[in-house]
């Protein structure tokens, strides 16, 4: 099985920052990567599909990008309520593996 | 709007048996994957199961093969998850979610609720 390894596991930035978050899978996947945001306590939601397709209501402040193996989140202007775990799911084909998460936390 | 609604939470003993049920509305039930995805307490997702409910088609991760079973019943938009031997290291949330596009995997657009699982002797 193809595995989606996520990095870094936590990071801590202030607010206005741009961060990024990369998922690697462990083989070619074509473009067939979605994130989502689970803010703390809440349901995950979809941010992006499609490797850099933002859904709709989804701030542009938001991006992804990448494609074959490497993939990669940004975030910029970071806002108080970006606050969360972000995670990477391969949708090529099953299983829909998830990455392992990114915490995200304001300084 | 599309809607995911779950059953209650529920407490299990080991050895256990438990039937999730997610009842759509808002769409048509028939033209959309759906997933069971579920994350225990303060870990990550984990991806279980997938459904076609057009025919009823399912793939699951391997680990979960032999006691896991995914079904659908399309007379009343819902899909069911069941897992036996239950262990303490079934003690998840587990939530169903649906694809965001027709047909095709593309990605969980749609969330249930969640339904609590606690399994503990």
């Known amino acids: 099985d193809i595995q989606m390894t996520q990095s870094p596991s936590s990071l801590s930035a202030s607010v206005g920052d741009r961060v990024t978050i990369t998922c690697r899978a462990s083989?070619?996947?074509?473009?067939?990567v979605v994130w989502y945001q689970q803010r703390p306590g809440q349901v995950p939601s979809l941010l992006i599909y499609?490797?850099?397709t933002l859904h709709s209501g989804v701030p542009s402040r938001f991006s992804g990008s990448g494609s074959g193996t490497d993939f990669t989140l940004a975030i910029s202007n970071l806002q108080p309520e970006d606050v969360g775990t972000y995670y990477c799911?391969?949708?090529?084909?099953?299983?829909?593996?998830f990455g392992q998460g990114t915490k995200l936390e304001i300084k | 709007q599309v809607q995911l609604v779950q059953s209650g939470s529920v407490e299990k003993m080991p050895g256990d048996s438990v039937k999730v049920s997610c009842t759509a509305s808002?769409?048509?039930?028939?033209?959309?994957?759906m997933h069971w995805v579920r994350q225990a307490p303060g870990q990550g997702l984990e991806w279980m199961a997938w459904?076609?409910?057009?025919?009823?088609?399912?793939k699951n991760a391997q680990k979960f093969q032999g006691r896991i079973t995914v079904t659908r019943d399309t007379a009343t938009s819902a899909a069911f998850l069941e897992l036996s031997s239950l262990s303490s290291d079934d003690t998840a949330m587990y939530y169903c979610?649906?694809?965001?596009?027709?047909?095709?995997?593309?990605?969980?657009?749609?969330w249930g609720q969640g339904t609590l699982v606690t399994v503990s002797s």
């Open positions: 979610t649906r694809d965001l596009a027709r047909y095709y995997a593309s990605g969980s657009g749609f």
């Open positions: 808002g769409y048509t039930f028939s033209d959309y994957h």
């Open positions: 459904i076609d409910p057009q025919n009823g088609d399912t």
């Open positions: 083989q070619g996947i074509g473009n067939y």
């Open positions: 499609s490797a850099s």
């Open positions: 799911q391969k949708y090529n084909s099953a299983p829909y593996t």
